[in-house]
């Protein structure tokens, strides 16, 4: 028999944990040392099947849901019990960096891992998740499938999103061979727990390794499209044109401007498709994303409203059509104080220096947290830079953050 260990004296193996990221980063690896992993592409099939081969070969139970979730089971003691469970994403932005939500996936294995090294047996069944198009840069809605399991989002709005292309969610999750047929949420969960790099640079200025995330800002996302007239670049003169892309750009200065009204809010346009696109033709057409971001829903409306005012007034101005389209709307999270206190109680133990934190970004723990008890926990990442190929974290706080997640795991699932 093996000696028990104490939970507070147990640690995660950081070698391992370390190789199955660079492992994971291989596919989809980018030249600049990043990784392009666009969500439901060949390449986001291979990071599946790796990630299945290692759950089955820890002897984890695995199940897929309609919208490609995947869940890899450890039995607990009380099978009846819900199930502690803890994952993050696999899918990356198109410059995305390592670390990124594969972490948060990993750190979850590397969680298993650690308990089955140790023979140690939980109450309650512990699950990883891997969640589907958590970075919403192909399909829309981002977090839409964490945000389906939390019945945010219907299956069928899920699967009718189109990208670029106008393939849909649906035809590439099938081509990809994982549309699977366990129901998606309406199932129990004991708490949920997620582990990510913190994407900015306040654990990294204050000397910290780990961050009890307490929250996430609110997100308020439009597609705005502004339709004026295609005209010869040439014979049109300035004062007969209705440019499109000349009016986006007095928008883009706006959600600019809107970002910077208080300490807390954001506003970035990510994204813009002008047509068409030719060098001498006057642009007839341009669409463009917002992306507003604030601690309180008033400053979302504030922001919305700035816009709003500001299209009316440059539509005016140049004979141009502006409508604006919400695609995305959560309001700021509150994570559990139950769960957020024992990710502070497992830094608190393991001696690791640690703040308070709220998330600029959003994450698949936003909507779980609507259906069960949830935090996170953050590491610090090199110069804050995340959405990013040069994304860079170093093993010992990749480590530390794992180490907090198994202590917190193993207090909520006995
Ligand atoms: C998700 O990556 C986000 O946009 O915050
Ligand atoms: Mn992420
Ligand atoms: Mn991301």
């Known amino acids: 028999m093996r000696a028990p260990v104490e939970a507070g004296a147990l640690r995660i193996n950081s070698e391992r944990l370390w190789g199955s990221l660079m492992e994971m980063a291989k596919i989809g690896a980018t030249p600049k040392g990043g990784v392009k992993r666009l969500t439901l592409t060949d390449l986001d099939r291979q990071s599946r099947d790796l990630f299945v081969s290692w759950c089955k070969a820890a002897g984890l139970s695995v199940t897929v849901d309609g919208v490609g979730n995947i869940f890899a089971r450890r039995r607990g003691r009380n099978e009846a019990a819900p199930p502690v469970v803890s994952g993050s994403h696999l899918d990356t932005q198109p410059s995305g960096g390592r670390f990124d939500g594969c972490y948060g996936v990993m750190a979850a294995l590397e969680v298993v891992r650690t308990l089955d090294d140790h023979g140690i047996e939980t109450d309650a069944p512990f699950e990883i998740a891997m969640w589907t198009n958590e970075e919403g840069s192909r399909f829309l809605p981002v977090m839409g499938a964490s945000g389906a399991f939390a019945g945010v989002h219907s299956v069928d709005e899920i699967r009718e999103a189109r990208d670029v292309d106008g393939v849909s969610f649906g035809d590439a999750l099938d081509a990809i061979g994982y549309a699977g047929a366990a129901p998606v949420g309406g199932r129990p969960l004991a708490a949920y727990f997620e582990a990510h790099i913190e994407q900015g640079p306040l654990l990294e200025n ?193 480590a530390a953050g794992c180490n907090v997640l198994l202590q917190a795991v193993l207090a909520r699932a006995g």
């Open 206 to 398: 204050t000397g910290n390794t780990v961050g009890v995330v307490t929250g996430a800002l609110g997100q308020r996302w439009f597609e705005v499209t502004v339709t004026g007239m295609d005209a010869h670049a040439g014979p049109t003169p300035m004062h007969l044109r209705r440019d499109a892309l000349l009016g986006a750009s007095f928008l883009i200065q706006e959600v600019n401007r809107l970002g910077k009204l208080t300490e807390h809010s954001r506003g970035t346009v990510g994204m813009i498709a002008s047509r068409p696109n030719s060098r001498n033709v006057v642009p007839g057409e341009t669409v463009f994303s917002v992306d507003f971001r604030d601690t309180d829903v008033s400053g979302l409306d504030r922001m919305e409203q700035g816009l709003r005012a500001a299209a009316g007034n440059i539509a005016a101005e140049h004979g141009l059509g502006i409508d604006m389209r919400q695609t995305v709307f959560f309001p700021p999270c509150e994570f559990d104080r139950t769960c957020v206190a024992a990710v502070r109680a497992g830094a608190e133990r393991l001696g690791y220096p640690h703040m308070d934190i709220v998330s600029g970004a959003g994450h698949d723990a936003v909507y779980i947290a609507r259906v069960a008890p949830a935090a996170m926990i953050f590491v610090p990442c090199e110069g804050g830079i995340s959405h990013n190929e040069i994304e860079n974290a170093t093993p010992e706080d990749l």
